[in-house]
């Protein structure tokens, strides 16, 4: 802790405290922010883990399908095949709030095909080739559900360490620095109030003293 460099005077202290009241309240609102932020944060890992799943999942069934469609088609056949996509995928970013943090939606659709996905005639292809684009096809929203999750992670996880920077900054800083200076105002203010106590007491004893001499020389006088 580190007492702050200002006056020791009643009107400061009345500053400080206001300010500690500020700074306090702005501690457990940041405080309560960074418990939802990593509440949000885990529901969004726990979702992540589920898509990267169905993803890996749905690639490895591709993968192991081209791989045999490989072994029993021509690579020229294969070029052929899919040489003229029958369907696209459009993808429109937006946003969206999610305590204070703007984190990115994915809204995507595809296009062409009416339904269809295959981009050759299935007479002139194996059944293999057929299971790999319908696994391909599979892993295309989870694989973009992942990247919009993955993004939103990762921006919460940046928002995370800069409000855990800030609650730490009150916490074991600003709030600990005004506790000390009000607390060293006010043994300055008391030590003030005690001398000038006894400054007063001593000027009326003196006053009184010289009252009484004043009255004996009056009574020898007479």
Request: glycine content about 4%.
């Amino acid at each position: 802790m580190a007492r702050l460099n200002v006056n020791p005077t009643r009107m400061e202290m009345t500053r400080l405290k206001q300010q500690l009241k500020t700074a306090t309240r702005g501690h457990k609102l940041l405080k309560d922010k960074l418990d939802e932020l990593m509440k949000q944060f885990l529901n969004i890992v726990r979702e992540n883990k589920r898509l990267r799943e169905e993803a890996e999942k749905s690639l490895e069934d591709a993968y192991q399908n081209f791989i045999i469609a490989q072994a029993v088609m021509s690579e020229s056949a294969i070029g052929e095949s899919l040489m003229i996509p029958r369907q696209a995928v459009s993808v429109k970013v937006g946003k969206k709030n999610i305590m204070s943090v703007n984190v990115p939606v994915f809204d995507f659709q595809s296009e062409g095909g009416s339904g269809d996905i295959y981009p050759y005639g299935l007479a002139f292809s194996s059944g293999e080739m057929d299971s790999a684009m319908l696994s391909f096809s599979d892993a295309m929203e989870p694989l973009l559900r992942l990247a919009e999750s993955e993004k939103t992670a990762q921006l919460l996880a940046q928002e995370i360490e800069k409000t855990r920077r800030r609650v730490n900054a009150l916490e074991n800083v600003m709030i600990p620095n005004y506790q000390e200076t009000i607390k060293y105002i006010s043994m300055k203010l008391e030590e003030n109030d005690r001398a000038g106590t006894t400054r007063m007491m001593k000027v009326k004893d003196l006053v009184l003293k010289r009252a009484i001499e004043e009255k004996k020389r009056k009574e020898a006088g007479a």
